[in-house]
């Protein structure tokens, strides 16, 4: 397993539970298994609470959807943005939390670094915690 874990956004700044990311896995993805996500609080070092079932997404969850050029594109928002139900990971208002990526059996293009993670994207700037 390889492991990549960020608690910042694109320009550097922390991850904040109150607000919408996103961040797009390019195709293919390296792994002979599966891929998955997961968030963990940032006061507890542990997987965030949340309403939601799991703590993250994986490429075996049969509502996980790919983009049309075969990327993944995962949503990470305090609730899911329509239609994206399937590639989101629900964040907490008032909490900071951090991101893990976790790819099982990877290929090459992770070891030779050809292939990398996008960066977390804030997409709404307006939004408070």
Known sequence: SAYAFTPHDA??????????????????????????FVVYSGQHRSLLETDQQSA????????????????????????????????WVQTMPGKSWSAL??????????????WKPGDFELVNEGATT
């Open 11 to 36: 320009q550097g700044r922390f991850l904040d539970g109150g607000k919408t990311y996103c961040v797009t896995l390019p195709a293919p993805v390296p792994v002979a298994q599966f891929w998955s």
């Open 101 to 114: 990526l976790r790819l099982y059996a990877p290929l090459q293009p992770w070891f030779d670094k050809s």
């Open 56 to 87: 993250g997404v994986d490429s075996n969850s049969p509502d996980l959807k790919a983009n049309p050029d075969g990327t993944y594109t995962v949503w990470f928002a305090p609730s899911a943005p329509a239609g994206k139900e399937g590639n």
